[in-house]
C-alpha cells in the first residue's frame, strides 16, 4: 500500500519551507565560524569532518534514532511501552541501546520505588533540543520526497 502524501495548506506549507530555510541559513552561519576560527587557530578541515562524525555517531547507530525519535514524539515511556512502540526491536537490543543513549546524556532512567518498581525513560534535556534541532531535517526530508505536500 502507497503512503498519501500529507497535505497542508498553504499557511502550513510556507511556514514548514521557512523552518527549512531558517535552519539552513543557521547551518551556513555555524560552517562559516567553523571555517573562520578553525583557519585562525590551525585546525584543517578534517577536524571539522571529525567533529561532525562524532556529533552523529550516536544517531547513525541502528535503532537509536528510532528510540530518541520515539520519546521525543511519545513522551516518556517504561520499557514495554517503548518495545511495542520500536516494532522488530528485541528486548536486548532495547537495554542496550537505552544505556548507549544514557550514556551519551540523551535518555534519563527514572525510577520510582514500589512496589511495584516502575521505571521510565526519557529525553534529557540533551536529548529533546537535538529531537528539536533534527526536526527540520525530517521536514526537509519529507517535503523533498514528496510525503508532505500543498493542497492540490
Same mark, same amino acid.
Given at each position: 500500500m502507497t503512503?498519501? /502524501?500529507m497535505?497542508l495548506?498553504?499557511e502550513e506549507l510556507a511556514? *514548514?519551507?521557512?523552518?527549512?530555510?531558517?535552519?539552513?541559513?543557521?547551518?551556513l552561519?555555524?560552517r562559516?565560524?567553523?571555517e573562520r576560527?578553525g583557519?585562525? $587557530?590551525?585546525?584543517?578541515i $578534517?577536524w571539522?569532518?571529525e567533529?561532525a562524525?562524532?556529533?552523529l555517531d550516536v544517531?547513525?547507530?541502528?535503532w537509536?534514532?528510532?528510540?530518541l $525519535? !520515539?520519546l521525543?514524539i511519545a513522551?516518556?515511556?517504561?520499557?514495554n511501552?517503548l518495545r511495542?512502540?520500536?516494532?522488530g526491536i528485541s528486548?536486548? !537490543?532495547l537495554?542496550?541501546?537505552?544505556?548507549?543513549?544514557?550514556l $551519551?546524556? *540523551?535518555?534519563?532512567?527514572a525510577?520510582?520505588?514500589g /512496589?511495584p518498581?516502575? #521505571? !521510565?525513560y526519557?529525553?534529557t534535556?540533551h536529548?529533546?533540543?537535538a529531537?528539536?534541532? *533534527?526536526g /527540520?531535517?525530517?521536514a526537509?526530508?519529507?517535503?523533498?520526497?514528496?510525503? #508532505? !505536500?500543498?493542497p492540490?
Amino acid at each position: 500500500m502507497t503512503e498519501q /502524501p500529507m497535505r497542508l495548506n498553504e499557511e502550513e506549507l510556507a511556514k *514548514l519551507n521557512e523552518a527549512i530555510s531558517s535552519t539552513e541559513d543557521l547551518g551556513l552561519l555555524v560552517r562559516g565560524v567553523f571555517e573562520r576560527n578553525g583557519a585562525e $587557530a590551525g585546525y584543517d578541515i $578534517a577536524w571539522e569532518v571529525e567533529s561532525a562524525v562524532d556529533a552523529l555517531d550516536v544517531f547513525a547507530s541502528r535503532w537509536s534514532i528510532e528510540i530518541l $525519535a !520515539t520519546l521525543y514524539i511519545a513522551g516518556e515511556r517504561r520499557f514495554n511501552e517503548l518495545r511495542r512502540l520500536l516494532v522488530g526491536i528485541s528486548s536486548r !537490543t532495547l537495554s542496550d541501546k537505552l544505556t548507549t543513549l544514557r550514556l $551519551a546524556g *540523551l535518555v534519563d532512567r527514572a525510577v520510582v520505588d514500589g /512496589p511495584p518498581v516502575k #521505571v !521510565t525513560y526519557r529525553l534529557t534535556q540533551h536529548g529533546g533540543r537535538a529531537g528539536r534541532l *533534527l526536526g /527540520p531535517l525530517v521536514a526537509y526530508m519529507r517535503v523533498n520526497n514528496g510525503s #508532505v !505536500t500543498g493542497p492540490e
